[in-house]
């Protein structure tokens, strides 16, 4: 648990010390929330689920934005590739678990603190104060989507040396991902192809418990959510945690 909380650590400490790396993350998030939210929340209604389209649109966002940072945590396996640390870690009498889920946690951590920075800018432009027991549960979300896309993006930089073909892989990935999750409108709304599509996006169920628990409605069961994301980040883990063991310096 020392090893798990000391990376987990080093995690943390690098994203408060980067101001740019937090101002430029936010820039994407706030331009869909402020650009779509104002521009269309006077024209557009979903019935059934909100009257207000600031409200429908902040968990896709805060969604996005814990799904970019997650993922792109995983460049940093690259970057301790590059300048030596990853080996110097390898070398010390610590399992490679244990440093996957440091990195994995650390990873989810920051994401988490990136969507409440969002989370907390929403509330400035349209959405309504949610109770209690509705954070806890889309804290709780957002954990699982940062814990499950940190994972994939350890999974996948385990693989690569070059940081250019990482993040090309990984923008190739975001996109569709957030894309399909119904994070900017209704999964009823959309013709039977694409609602299969975004049924198969694990972002999906990420979105709809956010939404539940800061709207207090949902288009899938939050039981439901709850056990797709679940197992998508428990898989992820293990798919992390195996290809991360073949990792060689």
């Keep these: 648990m020392d090893v798990i909380y000391t990376i987990w650590l080093r995690n ?8 740019s790396r937090i101002i430029g993350s936010l820039g994407m998030p706030l331009f869909f929330l402020v650009i779509l939210g104002f521009g269309l929340n006077s024209v557009v209604t979903i019935p059934s689920i909100s009257d207000n389209y600031v409200e429908f649109l902040v968990p896709g966002i805060v969604s996005m934005s814990v799904l970019f940072m997650s993922i792109f945590s995983g460049a940093q396996i690259i970057w301790d590739k590059q300048f030596g640390f990853l080996k110097e870690t390898l070398v010390a009498p610590v399992t490679r678990i244990e440093i996957m889920l440091g990195q ?4 989810a951590t920051t994401a988490m603190l990136q969507g ?34 940190t994972s994939l993006g350890i999974a996948i930089a385990s693989r690569m ?20 999750s119904g994070a900017m409108f209704p ?8 609602r299969s599509l975004t049924l198969a996006d694990p972002l999906t169920y990420g979105v709809e418990g956010i939404r539940f ?4 409605v949902s288009q ?15 898989v992820m883990i293990f798919v992390g945690a195996f290809l991360f063991r073949k990792v060689k310096m």
């Design 161 to 180: 040396e070059d940081m250019n073909g990482f993040q090309l892989i990984m923008s190739f990935l975001i996109f569709p991902i957030f894309g399909l």
């Design 213 to 216: 628990g800061l709207c207090g």
């Design 187 to 194: 999964i009823e709304s959309l013709p039977p192809m694409f």
């Design 116 to 149: 409440t920075i969002i989370l907390v800018l929403s509330l400035f432009i349209g959405l309504s104060i949610p109770e209690i027991s509705g954070l806890l549960i889309a804290f709780g979300f957002m954990a699982l989507i940062g814990v499950g896309f």
């Design 12 to 19: 943390i400490k690098r994203y408060l010390r980067s101001r």
């Design 220 to 234: 899938i069961h939050p039981l439901t959510c709850l056990a797709v994301l679940l197992s998508f980040s428990t």
């Design 104 to 107: 994995a946690f650390g990873g």
